[in-house]
């Protein structure tokens, strides 16, 4: 764990591309050669162990990196993208990967909590933390619009329906002069009990970017994020869940309530979208639609399949990837989509449970199949 | 309101309709003899598109000038080109995914789409902004009243109308058409009888991508204009029109394209606020068809195994 944080770290700090090209590669071969000399499973066994520990060594982690790189905005800038992309595919991830509702509109709720966030801090004064939860709100009630036709249709017949809203969103967005139309809005920074995000902080002649504050912000919500996914995972709810997504007309012969468990999960995704989105919104100071288009939401999608469907850890090492790779690498910058969508179908070729594929179920700590 | 005018919208959402058609065809193609949805197919559109517009630049630089010619050459070209495209698509990423779940096939095919897009926009020269396409049609126009016939527009509505045709011939009316309704039917009992399921299923996949093509063509010839967006766009019309016509019903995909071309020029001329809301409107309606039609207008026939 300190070894990734610490070439994590280093990564963020190298600005030379060769110097990059070279660490990444170093990377990748790192984990092969531990693959190879079978050094990874006692680790994931013993990481499966412990979760908890995992998981607070992964939030010390996180929390170096932002001391480290404390006064550098641009870095903070991306971690804080990082981790709010984090929480988006979170939601993705229950509801492609625990109940099986498809959703290629993630990019759109996206952008709702975002543009709830725009307005509702330049026209009124609401708290800004209630702005967050409006935010999740507005992205689960818009989505609850697309409710019914996403009752209604399977496979294929559903995928249009939330493709057909990704578009609409985006054309009504580009259109509507309220919004600002292609132009978009800017975005007022986040005030708590008058204490604005948006100035620097000083503590003993110690300049620290504002970003910090956003960062710690979006962590909390990350790490609030993570414990009910992982809790609903395990609870009964997720095994409701996973019983729909694996046979739908088997589940409904045993008495679950398709619709139920579908709706919640459909709107408890798009709430946690919405929510990273709000915030997200505030960060960056300002949206457009250009930013909240179809081939975002495959870039969300892609993340999720990379990570491996179902599994939150996966989720997270592949936002990881997904988000600094090309940020660091200038080189790629243009061809990004190209290689986001290349990543995902050698691994759907070559891999199809993703990098780090959802765990069994387990019910007695320490035994193995 | 006058009825010139009237007709001059009925010939535009013709016109959208039959490019909406062809692509949608494609898509109940692929669905029907392999129950997939290839995604790439629109983008296929663009390649194609570009493909001619490659050939075009390629004629004019040795010299050929003739309309006729050149036209013949692009769609010859545009097509070919296509075509083995396809067919290389379902040979490398459709069939290995088989066994799959539905949703891998669709993800990969999504993707191969960004990747053909992608590909276009960064490696044709200056591929990221529009292109002019040739004008090769004759452009003579028939004014009745308000209502002005294009030359050019008659002569693409009547080309799409004949394709379909060839299309609907084709596949009730010869061997090949037999053998494709057959793996479309009950791929074990094709393989008993001895249809050769792979040529079958890339055949098929040629077919569909030339149609495809042929969209393109017609999208270029009758805008004058390609860009590499085209195809996203068209490919997720197409996948519309051919979802609310029912998949697996080449009608269906007919009407659907022909339906959501009408929506869009209702919804440009008949709705009071801005035409920019056609889009919208025309993807709303769309949604809502799914909520009261959840697998089409001519819906497929689905047995639930209960």
Known sequence: MVLVTAFLIILLRVENQKAIIALLALGIGAVIAANRLGLLKPVAHSFSEREDALGLLAIVATLAVGVVFHEDHFVLLLVCTVVLYTVATLGLSIQFGYAGVLNFAGASFFGIGAYTAAVLNQHTAVPHLLVLLIGGLMAALIGSLLLLPVLRTRGHYAAVVTIAFALLFKTFLEVNDVLGGPQGLQVRGMTILGWSFNDNIEIGGVELSFYLNYFVMSMMIMVLAFVVVRRLERSWIGLNLDALRLDETAAGCFGLNIVRWKITAFLLGNFLIGVAGTLHGMVVGFVQPNNYTFADSLVLVSILLLGGIGNPWGVAVATVIVVIVPEKLQVIQEYRFMLYAALVMMVLLFRPEGLLPRPVRRYFPGWRP | ?306
């Open chain 2, 1 to 306: 309101m006058d009825l010139g005018l009237v007709a001059q919208y009925t010939m535009n959402g013709l016109m959208l309709g039959m490019m909406y058609a062809l692509v949608a065809v494609g898509f109940t193609l692929f669905f029907g003899v392999l129950d997939v949805i290839k995604f790439s197919h629109g983008d296929v559109l663009t390649v194609g598109a570009f493909t001619a517009l490659a050939s075009f630049i390629g004629l004019q630089s040795i010299g050929l000038t003739s309309d006729a010619v050149e036209l013949l050459a692009m769609l010859v070209a545009a097509l070919g080109a296509m075509a083995l495209l396809g067919a290389f698509i379902a040979r490398a990423f459709i069939l290995p995914l088989r066994s799959a779940p539905a949703l891998n096939t669709l993800l990969i095919t999504l993707m191969l789409g960004t990747v053909l897009r992608e590909a276009v926009r960064l490696f044709y020269p200056d591929g990221a902004n529009p292109k002019p396409f040739p004008r090769l049609l004759p452009a003579d126009s028939i004014n009745i009243g308000n209502f002005n016939l294009r030359l050019d527009n008659a002569i693409l509505l009547t080309a799409g109308a004949l394709v379909i045709v060839g299309l609907q011939f084709l596949l009730n009316r010869t061997k090949l058409g037999l053998a494709i309704r057959a793996v479309a039917q009950d791929e074990e009992t094709a393989k008993t009888m001895g249809v050769n399921f792979n040529a079958i299923v890339l055949i098929t996949f040629a077919i569909g991508s030339a149609l495809a093509a042929f969209a393109g063509l017609m999208n270029g010839l009758y805008y004058n204009e390609i860009n590499f967006g085209i195809g996203l766009y068209l490919g997720v019309v197409g996948f519309s029109a051919a979802i609310i016509g029912g998949l697996g019903s080449i009608y269906g995909a007919i009407l659907g394209g022909f339906l959501f071309a009408g929506l869009q020029t209702i919804g440009a001329v008949a709705l009071p606020f801005a035409s920019a809301y056609k889009d919208v409107f025309a993807f709303a309606v769309v949604i809502a068809l799914m909520a009261w039609r959840p697998t089409g207008l001519i819906p497929e026939k689905l047995s639930e195994r209960v």
